[in-house]
């Protein structure tokens, strides 16, 4: 099985090399590769009919294969870790390219069984483009023969519950989170609301690059769009069904910053029909001020109205609402570290928490690891990344994982993280204990921490001698009471250098030797 899921991604990789070499100028790192023009047929056969003597004709191709591989990272591949994404209007964030990804997704989902009429459903957030980009999308599904039920602005684990809610075999988000307005971005969720497999994003891809006249289907077969009234009531029902029946908020005065994103209607309500006394910062989107100075990236909106309006507690979504920040009654930030110690320690005690722990990533704080193993939970550790932790936990058996940015994911309610539920689960902490949220969020005292990104032109830094003895020297003076991470960034030239500790001096010191030696290796000033 592992090597059949290898084969069928690998295959796909190569066949959209093939396809777009042709297209591409010498200067292109597709351009370059020496690919046989009999390399395509092996690949296919890799992709539709997998088998080992198919494998093994490809062995023969040694050579091709280890150029392919060697470059493969660099070619043009339109799926990301997080979906599609790029500036609206340029390429691949084009009308053009939407309507293409309508098309291949719902021709590969029906090319599984055509006994029955597939269903898609569309979300999206408040971008301009996102008109522009729903309506392509739609275009393409119908083209194909798919269903499509429209929602309309609706935070993304909104879109991934009411796929498995409506029994569709697709969900789309169209939004590109908390970037700026001008980006946007198509991630696609399976059945059951999970992110796409490689395979499948393979062969979607391959059919991107064909000629689309071959994928449309026959007049009568071709499918409705249905707008879905209801999307905003069915979430809102599900986010306060994460809470006890008889929980309310009465007496509690909450200010939500919904960053002029997906979430500005049903948050709210959700919160005032909870009993909450609701104030609303971030609800007036126009399609240009998404995450402009407000949500979960920019909370000094947030701070400054929960400090004016004296209120128990403020919440920051971000553009697609799949990330929260808390803000406490004094205006203080409350990161995602400590509220995954909070949700963490109250399942523990109700005997929710499955696996004995939660996941968090390699840059969560050596505060919570110490806290949590005090109350005897474990906590792992994956690359930064939310997919990480979602495949962590899937694999494992956890139910509890994130990030320190404030990405949560609580996986009995849902496959992606969702920032409201995330606070609701807060909000619960706050009213059945009766304390402040300063005193309920604050769990433990964060280790010193610091974080320096270095940025490069070529060649691998890390690499260099010079590095992996400040690296190891840095490691011995920080010894068991610290920790360090030194990675590349996986979307720009830069190493990220970070240290944390319990002496505050000596992760500086750590950080700057570090720092200093990947500038030197990499003939910065």
């Known amino acids: 099985q592992r090597w059949t899921g290898w084969a069928v991604s690998f295959g796909g990789k190569v066949m959209h090399a093939c396809a777009c070499k042709s297209g591409l100028g010498p200067d292109d790192a597709l351009g370059q590769l020496p690919v046989r023009d009999d390399l395509f047929p092996i690949a296919k056969g890799l992709v539709w009919n997998p088998g080992i003597m198919v494998f093994q004709t490809l062995v023969a191709y040694t050579d091709q294969v280890k150029a392919l591989v060697a470059r493969i990272e660099m070619a043009r591949s339109y799926f990301g870790t997080d979906g599609i994404r790029g500036l609206a209007n340029r390429h691949p964030m084009t009308s053009e390219m939407a309507l293409k990804v309508g098309m291949a997704a719902g021709t590969v989902f029906r090319s599984r069984d055509q006994t029955y009429g597939h269903r898609v459903v569309i979300g999206k957030d408040t971008r301009l483009s996102g008109y522009m980009i729903e309506s392509a999308l739609m275009s393409g599904f119908t083209a194909v023969g798919c269903e499509v039920f429209i929602l309309g602005p609706m935070p993304t684990p909104a879109v991934a519950m009411l796929t498995r809610s409506l029994r ?214 994956t690359p930064v990344g939310d997919r990480y932790v979602v495949e962590h936990m899937r694999k494992n058996g956890f139910n509890v994982g994130g990030e320190q940015s404030g990405h949560i994911v609580l996986s009995d309610y849902a496959t992606t993280g969702d920032g409201l539920v995330s606070a609701l689960q807060i909000l619960a902490v706050v009213v059945t204990t009766g304390r402040k949220v300063s005193e309920v969020c604050r769990r433990f005292e964060p280790v010193p921490q610091l974080l320096t990104n270095v940025r490069y032109g070529e060649g691998k830094p890390l690499d260099d001698k010079g590095v992996q003895k400040a690296i190891d020297a840095g490691k011995q003076k920080l010894g068991s009471s610290g920790r360090l991470v030194i990675r590349p960034s996986g979307t720009e030239p830069v190493i990220r250098v970070m240290a944390e500790g319990d002496d505050q001096e000596l992760v500086s010191v750590v950080v700057g030797d570090i720092a200093e030696a990947v500038r030197v290796a990499a003939n910065v000033a």
């Open 168 to 381: 569709a075999d697709i969900g789309v988000m169209i939004s590109a989170s908390h970037n700026p307005y001008n980006d946007n971005g198509i991630k696609l969720f399976d059945a059951e609301g999970d992110k796409l497999s490689d395979e499948t994003e393979a062969r979607i891809e391959t059919l991107i690059d064909t000629d689309g006249a071959e994928l449309y289907v026959d007049a009568e077969a071709i499918g409705r769009a249905t707008r879905v009234e209801s999307a905003r009531e069915r979430y809102i029902e599900f986010a306060k069904r994460t809470l006890p029946r008889d929980l309310r908020l009465d007496g509690m005065r909450i200010v939500i910053d919904c960053a002029n994103g997906a979430g500005y209607k049903v948050a709210p309500a959700a919160l005032w029909e909870l009993g909450g006394e609701v104030i609303e910062v971030g609800v007036d989107p126009d399609g240009r001020n998404i995450n402009l100075e407000c949500g979960s990236t920019a909370p000094e909106a947030l701070i400054n109205k929960v400090r004016e309006t004296r209120a128990d507690i403020g919440i920051a979504l971000d553009g697609d609402a799949d990330r929260v920040v808390i803000v406490d009654e004094r205006g203080c930030i409350v990161d995602g570290d400590q509220l995954m110690a909070v949700i963490g320690e109250s399942w523990h005690r109700k005997g929710k928490l499955a696996a004995g722990g939660v996941v968090a990533t390699v840059m969560s704080n050596l505060g919570l690891e110490r806290y949590l193993k005090g109350l005897g939970l474990s906590m792992a550790r």
